[in-house]
């Protein structure tokens, strides 16, 4: 298959910083759609896998999975879209699309294994895939999205991944005006789970152990906010929600906010990988016929459906623009929470 040489920014080991290097993308095939990346959102992912924190990282590696661009060249079969169309990409670039998860617009829960975005196996040219830090992609057309055009790009991208990590659960529990939501955690994905609750007509809460927060959660559509290292509001709330999102991407005590379930109540575990601890205590689950979930991003037509939903309601993230030479300094910066809320890079600055 022909190639051509791409100019992106990655990493060769764990221990190094990103750089810029060159990455071989294929030329576009009848189903394909190539798109020059306008800009790129910076996910905690991006960071993980840069520096192997999960384990399982191919090196080289170009993160980047929040991905908005101009379309620059389509396959001859492709029908949807047309070269100067605004198009994105998010988490996933392939999946076997016959699995009873693709089958039902799932493709993120391919039995067959979907293919990431970076660090996917590249069914093409060998080797792996490579993400959005980088000047172009060469996308299936069926895992490109189509983005309002009344959404400002730069902020658009964080869409595709902090934005559907939380839309999805919001559509998969119903909720809808009136609902009880709480959101755990002000970040990338709580900032936007806020938001997006908001738009979805809830009365929305956040669970935070700061003060500080209570002013943006309330800029950001939150109705009340909850101190959760505050046993008297913490009593107060209660039994009353429907729903809890919980965005902290590190182990932590979760059975307080079980407690603050109505029943049938469900908490959906969104940021955190791994082991719980302490460990979950069941009686009010059982007492309540409450529950204790998880979720991951969502399919491709559920990305669409957030995106023009997005569009309807005027949605879109809170973000910092960077130069893409300042991706080391971001990655520290985010270490420290220190961005409101999210980092995207102007991918023109590549070309410097």
Known sequence: MQTKNSKAFGAESAQAPLKEMNIQRREVTPTDVEIEILYCGVCHSDLHSARNDWGGTIYPVVPGHEIVGRITKIGNQVTQLKVGDIGAVGCMVDSCGQCDSCEHGHEQYCRNGHTLTYNGPDKYLGGVTYGGYSERIIVDEKFVLKVPKNLDLPAVAPLLCAGITTWSPLRHWGVTKGSKVAVIGLGGLGHMAIKLAHGLGAEVTLFSRTPNKKQDALKLGAHHVIISTDGEQMQSVKG?????????????????????????????????????????????????????????????????????????????????????????????????????????IDMASLKK
């Open 240 to 344: 009353k929600f429907d729903l809890i999102i919980d965005t902290v991407p590190y182990v932590h005590d979760i059975n307080p906010y079980v407690t603050t379930l109505n029943y049938n109540g469900t908490l959906v575990l969104v940021g955190y990988l791994g082991d719980l601890n302490p460990m979950l205590n069941t009686v009010p689950l059982i007492m309540g016929r409450k529950s204790v979930a998880g979720s991951v991003i969502g399919g491709i037509a559920e990305t669409q459906e957030l995106l023009d939903f997005c569009g309807e309601h005027n949605i879109v993230s809170d973000i910092e623009i960077i130069n893409i030479q300042d991706i080391n300094a971001a990655y520290e910066r985010m270490l420290k929470s220190d961005v409101k809320y999210r980092f995207v």
